[in-house]
Protein backbone atom coordinates (compact mmCIF):
# COMPACT_ATOMS: atom_id res chain seq x y z
CA UNK A 1 0.00 0.00 0.00
CA UNK A 2 1.46 3.59 -0.76
CA UNK A 3 0.73 5.55 2.74
CA UNK A 4 1.58 9.14 3.51
CA UNK A 5 2.98 10.32 6.65
CA UNK A 6 2.92 13.64 7.53
CA UNK A 7 5.88 14.99 9.93
CA UNK A 8 9.10 14.57 10.13
CA UNK A 9 9.65 14.35 14.10
CA UNK A 10 9.90 11.05 16.16
CA UNK A 11 6.56 10.37 15.91
CA UNK A 12 6.67 10.62 12.05
CA UNK A 13 10.50 8.57 11.52
CA UNK A 14 9.22 5.91 13.78
CA UNK A 15 5.70 5.25 12.34
CA UNK A 16 7.92 5.74 9.00
CA UNK A 17 9.75 3.32 9.28
CA UNK A 18 7.34 0.77 11.08
CA UNK A 19 4.90 0.61 7.88
CA UNK A 20 8.07 0.24 5.60
CA UNK A 21 8.76 -3.00 7.10
CA UNK A 22 5.53 -4.01 7.07
CA UNK A 23 5.71 -3.60 3.25
CA UNK A 24 4.63 -0.32 2.90
CA UNK A 25 5.40 2.61 0.61
CA UNK A 26 5.93 5.55 2.38
CA UNK A 27 6.15 9.43 1.59
CA UNK A 28 7.20 11.44 4.11
CA UNK A 29 5.50 14.86 4.16
CA UNK A 30 7.02 18.70 5.47
CA UNK A 31 6.70 21.65 4.67
CA UNK A 32 8.93 21.81 1.79
CA UNK A 33 10.54 19.12 -0.33
CA UNK A 34 13.63 18.81 0.89
CA UNK A 35 13.57 19.18 4.37
CA UNK A 36 16.77 17.75 6.13
CA UNK A 37 14.69 15.60 8.47
CA UNK A 38 12.91 13.90 5.79
CA UNK A 39 15.87 13.54 3.41
CA UNK A 40 17.84 11.87 6.65
CA UNK A 41 15.31 9.02 6.89
CA UNK A 42 14.90 8.58 3.39
CA UNK A 43 18.35 7.70 3.33
CA UNK A 44 18.57 5.36 6.50
CA UNK A 45 15.23 3.93 5.96
CA UNK A 46 14.69 1.84 2.43
CA UNK A 47 14.29 1.93 -0.96
CA UNK A 48 10.54 2.34 -0.29
CA UNK A 49 10.81 5.63 1.41
CA UNK A 50 10.37 8.86 -0.26
CA UNK A 51 9.80 12.39 1.04
CA UNK A 52 7.92 15.55 -0.43
CA UNK A 53 5.76 18.23 0.50
CA UNK A 54 2.63 17.83 2.27
CA UNK A 55 0.63 17.91 -0.34
CA UNK A 56 2.89 15.72 -2.32
CA UNK A 57 2.56 13.10 0.72
CA UNK A 58 -1.13 13.53 0.82
CA UNK A 59 -1.40 13.10 -2.72
CA UNK A 60 0.78 9.97 -2.54
CA UNK A 61 -1.00 8.16 0.18
CA UNK A 62 -4.20 6.00 -0.04
CA UNK A 63 -3.87 6.17 3.65
CA UNK A 64 -2.42 9.03 5.24
CA UNK A 65 -0.68 9.30 9.19
CA UNK A 66 -0.76 12.92 10.65
CA UNK A 67 2.29 12.43 12.63
CA UNK A 68 2.49 16.50 13.00
CA UNK A 69 2.87 18.53 16.40
CA UNK A 70 -0.43 19.48 17.63
CA UNK A 71 0.29 22.83 17.74
CA UNK A 72 0.85 22.44 13.75
CA UNK A 73 -1.35 19.74 12.50
CA UNK A 74 -3.92 22.68 11.24
CA UNK A 75 -1.85 24.50 9.05
CA UNK A 76 0.40 20.81 7.90
CA UNK A 77 -3.64 19.61 6.74
CA UNK A 78 -4.43 23.34 4.97
CA UNK A 79 -0.86 22.56 3.49
CA UNK A 80 -1.56 19.16 1.94
CA UNK A 81 -4.64 20.42 0.75
CA UNK A 82 -8.30 19.06 1.51
CA UNK A 83 -8.70 17.11 -2.22
CA UNK A 84 -5.23 15.26 -1.85
CA UNK A 85 -7.62 14.15 1.30
CA UNK A 86 -10.56 13.49 -0.36
CA UNK A 87 -12.50 10.04 0.72
CA UNK A 88 -9.20 9.16 2.36
CA UNK A 89 -8.97 7.93 5.44
CA UNK A 90 -6.61 9.80 7.98
CA UNK A 91 -5.01 8.71 11.20
CA UNK A 92 -4.66 11.64 13.23
CA UNK A 93 -1.93 10.88 16.16
CA UNK A 94 -1.28 14.01 17.45
CA UNK A 95 -1.86 15.35 20.49
CA UNK A 96 -2.66 19.60 21.13
CA UNK A 97 0.18 20.23 23.86
CA UNK A 98 1.51 23.81 24.43
CA UNK A 99 4.78 24.03 25.84
CA UNK A 100 5.05 27.59 25.66
CA UNK A 101 4.98 27.75 29.76
CA UNK A 102 7.87 24.91 29.68
CA UNK A 103 7.04 21.48 31.35
CA UNK A 104 4.39 20.21 31.98
CA UNK A 105 2.14 21.14 28.82
CA UNK A 106 -1.30 22.18 28.59
CA UNK A 107 -4.14 21.56 25.67
CA UNK A 108 -4.69 23.99 23.39
CA UNK A 109 -8.08 22.82 23.21
CA UNK A 110 -10.38 20.77 25.24
CA UNK A 111 -13.36 19.62 27.24
CA UNK A 112 -15.75 21.07 24.79
CA UNK A 113 -13.84 20.45 21.35
CA UNK A 114 -10.44 18.62 20.25
CA UNK A 115 -7.99 18.65 17.71
CA UNK A 116 -9.53 15.54 16.40
CA UNK A 117 -12.51 17.35 15.65
CA UNK A 118 -11.30 20.38 14.27
CA UNK A 119 -9.30 18.54 11.85
CA UNK A 120 -12.79 17.04 10.81
CA UNK A 121 -14.26 19.70 10.38
CA UNK A 122 -11.41 21.07 8.51
CA UNK A 123 -11.42 18.13 6.34
CA UNK A 124 -15.29 17.19 5.78
CA UNK A 125 -14.98 14.37 2.89
CA UNK A 126 -11.95 12.50 4.63
CA UNK A 127 -12.53 9.94 7.55
CA UNK A 128 -10.64 11.24 10.52
CA UNK A 129 -9.74 8.23 13.03
CA UNK A 130 -8.26 9.37 15.99
CA UNK A 131 -5.72 6.55 17.51
CA UNK A 132 -2.01 6.00 18.70
CA UNK A 133 -2.11 9.33 20.77
CA UNK A 134 -1.82 8.07 23.93
CA UNK A 135 1.56 6.30 23.84
CA UNK A 136 5.06 6.72 23.22
CA UNK A 137 5.86 6.51 19.46
CA UNK A 138 8.22 2.97 20.06
CA UNK A 139 5.37 1.57 21.77
CA UNK A 140 3.02 2.53 18.84
CA UNK A 141 4.96 0.25 16.34
CA UNK A 142 5.72 -2.37 19.21
CA UNK A 143 3.19 -2.82 21.87
CA UNK A 144 5.36 -5.69 23.22
CA UNK A 145 7.67 -2.43 24.46
CA UNK A 146 4.99 -2.08 27.14
CA UNK A 147 4.78 -6.02 28.80
CA UNK A 148 1.67 -7.38 29.37
CA UNK A 149 -1.93 -6.62 27.65
CA UNK A 150 -2.46 -2.63 27.16
CA UNK A 151 -5.35 -1.14 25.52
CA UNK A 152 -5.50 1.49 22.59
CA UNK A 153 -8.44 3.64 22.17
CA UNK A 154 -9.91 4.46 18.62
CA UNK A 155 -12.39 6.91 17.66
CA UNK A 156 -14.15 9.01 14.19
CA UNK A 157 -17.35 9.33 12.77
CA UNK A 158 -17.42 6.64 10.31
CA UNK A 159 -17.68 2.96 11.96
CA UNK A 160 -16.18 1.26 9.16
CA UNK A 161 -13.30 3.28 9.17
CA UNK A 162 -12.35 2.82 12.89
CA UNK A 163 -12.99 -1.06 12.23
CA UNK A 164 -10.05 -0.97 9.40
CA UNK A 165 -7.40 1.17 11.21
CA UNK A 166 -7.54 -1.36 13.89
CA UNK A 167 -7.36 -4.19 12.14
CA UNK A 168 -4.04 -2.04 10.21
CA UNK A 169 -2.78 -1.29 13.51
CA UNK A 170 -2.94 -4.92 14.55
CA UNK A 171 -1.65 -6.08 11.34
CA UNK A 172 1.07 -3.28 10.47
CA UNK A 173 2.30 -3.03 14.45
CA UNK A 174 1.73 -6.03 16.26
CA UNK A 175 -1.00 -4.63 18.58
CA UNK A 176 -3.28 -7.75 19.81
CA UNK A 177 -6.97 -8.04 18.40
CA UNK A 178 -8.97 -6.68 20.81
CA UNK A 179 -6.21 -4.05 22.17
CA UNK A 180 -8.22 -1.46 20.43
CA UNK A 181 -11.26 -0.25 22.51
CA UNK A 182 -13.21 2.03 20.24
CA UNK A 183 -15.50 4.93 22.07
CA UNK A 184 -17.42 6.33 19.08
CA UNK A 185 -17.58 9.12 17.01
CA UNK A 186 -14.67 12.06 16.80
CA UNK A 187 -16.08 13.74 20.01
CA UNK A 188 -14.42 10.88 22.10
CA UNK A 189 -10.98 12.90 20.80
CA UNK A 190 -11.92 14.84 23.59
CA UNK A 191 -11.33 12.15 26.56
CA UNK A 192 -8.21 10.73 24.84
CA UNK A 193 -6.44 13.60 24.00
CA UNK A 194 -6.88 15.33 27.80
CA UNK A 195 -5.32 11.91 29.35
CA UNK A 196 -2.03 13.61 27.78
CA UNK A 197 -1.42 15.55 30.99
CA UNK A 198 -1.69 12.19 33.08
CA UNK A 199 0.62 10.32 30.67
CA UNK A 200 3.31 13.03 30.57
CA UNK A 201 2.98 13.09 34.85
CA UNK A 202 3.53 9.21 35.13
CA UNK A 203 6.15 9.95 32.63
CA UNK A 204 7.86 12.11 35.20
CA UNK A 205 7.25 9.80 37.93
CA UNK A 206 8.05 6.31 36.32
CA UNK A 207 10.96 7.75 34.65
CA UNK A 208 9.77 5.66 31.29
CA UNK A 209 7.94 7.35 28.17
CA UNK A 210 7.70 3.07 27.63
CA UNK A 211 4.22 3.09 29.57
CA UNK A 212 0.39 2.44 28.80
CA UNK A 213 -2.93 1.91 30.15
CA UNK A 214 -4.96 -1.11 30.51
CA UNK A 215 -8.20 -0.98 30.99
CA UNK A 216 -10.26 -3.61 33.47
CA UNK A 217 -13.85 -4.72 32.97
CA UNK A 218 -15.79 -6.17 36.22
CA UNK A 219 -19.24 -7.68 35.81
CA UNK A 220 -21.79 -4.87 34.93
CA UNK A 221 -24.17 -3.64 37.55
CA UNK A 222 -27.36 -4.96 37.61
CA UNK A 223 -30.42 -2.60 36.57
Known amino acids: MRIGVLGTGAVGSTIGSGLIRAGHDVRMGSRTKDNAKAAAWVATAAAHASQGTFADAAAFGEVVF ?5 ANSLAAIEAAGPENLRDRILIDLANPLDFSKGMPPSLTVCNTDSLGEQIQRALPATKVVKILNTVNCKVMVDPSVVPGEHNLFVCG ?5 RAQVAAWISEWFGWPAGSCIDLGDITAARAVEMLLPLWVRLYGTLGTPNLNFRIMVGERPVS
Open 66 to 70: NCTAG
Open 157 to 161: NDGAA
